[in-house]
T-cell receptor, first 117, second 114 residues
Framework: DTGVSQDPRHKITKRGQNVTFRCDPI?????LYWYRQTLGQGPEFLTY????????KSRLLSDRFSAERPKGSFSTLEIQRTEQGDSAMYLC???????????????FGEGSRLTVL | AQKITQTQPGMFVQEKEAVTLDCTYD???????LFWYKQPSSGEMIFLIYQGSYDQQNATEGRYSLNFQKARKSANLVISASQLGDSAMYFCAMSLSNDYKLSFGAGTTVTVRA
């Protein structure tokens, strides 16, 4: 399977614990995105990488959230001191492109569902 | 900032019939792209169709077509000959020029009845 893969698929944690999610994009894709989706809502943009550079962060990404893409390949999203409001599906997507309007589809992984007790 | 509005939280459609999902958007940028994604219960977002703001023709992909009305700022998705497997959440999304992220609407749940 050469699609976007995310790990773990499900994570249950207690409030105050740290969690880390990993995303492996499609290998030739230079762009990588993280989104958060709560039940019954559309995905909300969190952050975006082009190669290893983090080019944009949403104001939704509080200082408890950090994302990295150290070698321009896989990415990690860490949430420190989790809160119940962090419970959501965290979606990773990747795409290939250069400049201009995004005319190509984003390829999404199946998501990592976080439950904070 | 751009905004995507999907006013239909849920819709029922009979198998083999067509269904139209509404999407309106708001932007002052003349260059933008519009997308529709399907999200079945498994959770994965599946790309369906794309329309560029300068495209003269409405986009079509198999049973999916996009009714693009630029002056009204609407980009409705039409699914023809509905199948049971079309039951899912459908999201309209937009990206602006020099902005690679997508902004999504709240989605519409489609349930296809046999």
């Amino acid at each position: 399977d050469t699609g976007v893969s995310q790990d773990p698929r499900h994570k249950i944690t207690k409030r105050g614990q740290n969690v880390t999610f990993r995303c492996d994009p499609i290998s030739e894709h230079n762009r990588l995105y993280w989104y958060r989706q709560t039940l019954g809502q559309g995905p909300e943009f969190l952050t975006y990488f082009q190669n290893e550079a983090q080019l944009e962060k949403s104001r939704l990404l509080s200082d408890r959230f950090s994302a990295e893409r150290p070698k321009g390949s896989f990415s990690t999203l860490e949430i420190q001191r989790t809160e119940q409001g962090d419970s959501a599906m965290y979606l990773c997507a990747s795409s290939l492109g250069s400049g201009g309007v995004n005319t190509g589809e984003l390829f999404f992984g199946e998501g990592s569902r976080l439950t904070v007790l | 900032a751009q905004k995507i509005t999907q006013t239909q939280p849920g819709m029922f459609v009979q198998e083999k019939e067509a269904v139209t999902l509404d999407c309106t958007y708001d932007t002052s940028d003349p260059s933008y792209g519009l997308f529709w994604y399907k999200q079945p219960s498994s959770g994965e977002m599946i790309f369906l169709i794309y329309q560029g703001s300068y495209d003269q023709q409405n986009a079509t992909e198999g049973r999916y077509s996009l009714n693009f009305q630029k002056a009204r700022k609407s980009a409705n998705l039409v699914i023809s000959a509905s199948q049971l497997g079309d039951s899912a959440m459908y999201f309209c999304a937009m990206s602006l020029s020099n902005d690679y992220k997508l902004s999504f609407g709240a989605g519409t749940t489609v349930t296809v009845r046999a």
